[in-house]
């Protein structure tokens, strides 16, 4: 079979279902009347039987609705569709199944080998390639062993990891491997099951059903000695991202497009799991050798297309004070020329030196403008016993949020959209020592130690940040930095924050800097003097409200970086510990704040919103009267939904949650073309209750004067038919709702 990336979707799919195939006796309780009597050594499934394609007036591919293939079964057990046998116009061929059009409320399809024994096959496993297309969470393709006990059918699901769930249609996963060796000794047949319960179905397509483990990867141009990755310069992909969510523990990765491939030592890069986590790690602890090499790449991509010429990720470590000299994570942009590859080395700023901490970093491209490539994540050891294990997620086309970090700005901060107001009171954090992520701040450790943590007291009724020495070596330099969004400073500006500590030592440092990014690209960095900041007493006693001098940086552009420094004396008990709460930047103009940059609490789209348990109400906000909507009610989730002008480009509101409530979840989707800025199309803000929000209509609000129940929301790539949803589980009040 020869790769085809464009195969098109057959529309008209309507076979007449039933069992295609020999087989044993249907009978209840061997309703695909499996035959284990004649088991085979050997078996193949490549389709190439099919006769060649023939042109049949504007169709591009030759379906066969009645497809059988000797020893095989094609049966339809629910529905009336069966797996149709495809021939491409380039000859390529292969089987699909698909519920496209169909008018039943489910479908269910299956495709069955000749019996087998496990033990007599090669590597006790089966392999396929395998690829997708429109895909839907509602359609499925999964793999089951199927045998016989006491004349009944048994049949256990197989976890084969690979099986497209996303990404671009019809790219194939090669060589999956469906590991069939807790079945030893017994007898039986595998069965490919294709399940739809939607009518806007995805298509499923199988090649290559064979013994034997895969070689793994997706698919990818010809391997030879001078392309031994194989890469394919036929799949670009512009846009492009893996976060992992659909890995298998402890498995080998796989993801149509991809490329998961082991040079030395066998192994390769495997997801796995850590509470609500999934990411994918590669390691050589309890390997064979004393060498391993593997690979992670990206599907090929014009630099000139990438957001940012910049490839962004998220990297993690494990056992690094002990296996740091035994082994490292490299990374490379990759090239084919006439058939060759090449690969240069790209320095990454920042990567992870304290274990189980994540990183958000970039991979800069801009040295490759106007090339064609790949990104390479390259890990090698030269141990088993001491191994160091690097994770990575996130994986996606563009620079991360904070920009392209380099030499100049290890921080990778973005000062191209300043803002006047900004909160960070920590209300979102739900578990504690956890890295801080927070949108448009910046938390970063350049040496060793961790980043900024999450922190909780009193039964979460205190929530902060904090920092310490913990899991660090003595003699250890930590520096970390919390950094905020970039601003811009007038006369009416205000920056306040609180700030406790504990277990005082003449080497721990808190200071506050004034941080500005030339048009060069290098940072300045200027102390402000803060006396406030404790440096000893009681531990852990707040002070509130401490005042950030900004008067030497009015109409300057810049950033406030809270900077953590200590020579560690190890992680032992009793931590010197800073925290941080409540950074709070205002423009106090003599005590008036202005509640929305057009100073009004009106909508501009409120005609166009509808929803769930909706209500169109009034309110006066700030000594304003103005219209809201109230989405949910007692006990009842609600939600609002909206239709995006394409040329608009910002969404911004007001949002406060219901009295009594407390901080309220509000998810916010886009769907039908379009995303967010930074590409996705989901997000979870989070809605603070307001004392106003109670009883019936007209409200009587009065907001913190903070802008901290404002959120602004900016979009790209959408169309008159993009829509965006926004839903919660508790009440909620909005107003000043705009599209700009």
């Not at 042109?55 to 030759?62: A, I, L, R």
């Not at 797996?83 to 169909?102: C, E, F, H, L």
């Not at 989405?631 to 995006?644: A, F, M």
């Not at 019936?696 to 907001?703: D, E, F, G, S, V």
Request: negative net charge.
């Amino acid at each position: 079979m020869t790769s085809c990336s464009d195969v098109p979707a057959p529309y008209d799919i309507f076979g007449d279902g039933g069992d295609k195939g020999d087989g044993g006796e249907i009978t209840e309780d061997n309703p695909f009347g499996l035959d284990l009597s004649n088991p085979v050594a050997d078996f193949k499934a490549d389709f190439e039987e099919q006769p060649d394609f023939t042109q049949d007036g504007e169709y591009s591919s030759n379906l066969n609705y009645d497809y059988t293939l000797e020893g095989w079964k094609n049966i339809a057990s629910v529905g009336d569709r069966t797996w149709t046998g495809v021939v491409y116009k380039d000859n390529t061929k292969y089987i699909q199944a698909s519920a496209n059009k169909g008018s039943a409320e489910k479908y269910e399809a299956w495709f069955i080998s000749p019996a087998f024994k496990v033990d007599e096959i090669k590597d006790k496993a089966v392999s396929f390639d395998c690829s997708g297309a429109y895909f839907n969470e509602k359609n499925s393709l999964k793999v089951y062993f199927l045998t016989l006990e006491d004349e009944k059918m048994v049949k256990t699901e197989v976890a084969v990891t690979g099986i497209p769930t996303s990404g671009s249609n019809y790219v194939w996963a090669k060589g999956l491997t469906a590991d069939l060796s807790i079945f030893a000794g017994k007898t039986g047949c595998i069965g490919f099951c294709y399940n739809s319960y939607s009518a806007n179905s995805t298509t499923y397509q199988l090649d290559n059903i064979k013994p034997g483990k895969g070689e793994g990867g997706s698919e990818g141009g010809e391997t030879t000695e001078g392309n031994p990755f194989g890469l394919d310069p036929n799949n670009i992909q512009n846009s492009f991202s893996a976060d992992f969510s659909d890995i298998t523990n402890n498995q080998d990765y796989e993801l149509a497009g991809w490329k998961n491939i082991s040079v030395k030592g066998e192994r390769r890069w495997q997801g796995k799991t850590y509470k609500t986590d999934k990411y994918i790690q590669a390691t050589s602890y309890n390997g064979s050798g004393s060498e391993f090499e593997c690979w992670f790449i990206t599907p090929g991509f014009k630099v000139d297309e990438i957001e940012g010429k910049a490839i962004s990720f998220d990297c993690a470590v494990y056992n690094y004070a002990t296996a740091a000299n035994n082994s490292k994570l490299e990374v490379y942009f990759l090239m084919l020329t006439d058939g060759n590859m090449t690969s240069e080395k790209i320095d990454i700023a920042g990567m992870p030196t304290t274990d189980n901490t994540w990183a958000t970093l970039s991979a800069p491209l801009s040295n490759f403008t106007g090339k064609t490539g790949y990104l390479g994540f390259k890990y090698t050891s030269t141990s088993s016993t001491e191994a160091l294990s690097y994770r990575l997620d996130n994986i996606k086309a563009g620079a991360n949020e904070g920009g392209e970090t380099t030499e100049d700005d290890p921080f990778g901060l973005d000062a191209s959209n300043p803002v006047t107001t900004f909160t960070a009171d920590f209300e979102d954090i739900t578990d504690s020592n956890q890295p801080y992520e927070k949108a448009g701040w910046t938390n970063k450790a350049l040496q060793k130690g961790s980043v900024w943590q999450t922190a909780t007291f009193n039964n979460n009724a205190d929530k902060y940040i904090k920092i310490n020495t913990y899991n660090t070596q003595a003699n250890d330099q930590i520096e970390s930095w919390f950094i905020t969004p970039a601003f811009k400073v007038s006369a009416q500006s205000k920056l306040t924050f609180d700030c406790a500590g504990a277990n005082w030592s003449s080497d721990m440092h808190l200071k506050v800097f004034f941080i500005q990014k030339g048009t060069d690209g290098k940072l300045t960095k200027e102390e402000i003097t803060i006396n406030e900041i404790p440096t000893s007493g009681t531990n852990y006693t707040w002070i509130k409200d401490i005042n950030i001098n900004l008067t030497s940086h009015n109409s300057k552009t810049g950033f406030i970086g809270f900077q953590y420094t200590m020579t560690s004396t190890g992680s032992g008990s009793g931590l010197p510990t800073y925290q941080i709460d409540n950074i709070k930047l205002s423009s106090d103009d003599e005590g008036t704040v202005d509640p929305t940059p057009s100073g009004e609490f009106t909508s501009n789209i409120l005609e166009k919103i509808s929803g769930t348990n909706l209500y169109k109400e009034t309110a006066t906000v700030n000594g304003t009267k103005c219209d809201v909507i109230k989405i949910g009610k007692s006990k009842e989730s609600g939600s609002w939904n909206t239709t995006l002008d394409g040329s608009k480009t910002t969404l911004t509101f007001y949002a406060i949650a219901w009295k009594g409530t407390g901080s309220t979840p509000l998810t916010i989707s886009i769907a039908n073309g379009g995303s967010f800025e930074d590409g996705s199309t989901s997000k979870e803000v989070t809605v603070t209750g307001n004392d106003g929000a109670t009883g019936n209509a007209p409200y009587t609000i009065t907001l913190k004067g903070d802008n901290s129940e404002l959120t602004e929301l900016k979009l790209k790539d959408t169309t008159s038919s993009t829509t965006i949803t926004l839903s919660a589980n508790e009440r909620i009040l909005f107003f000043g709702i705009n599209l700009k």
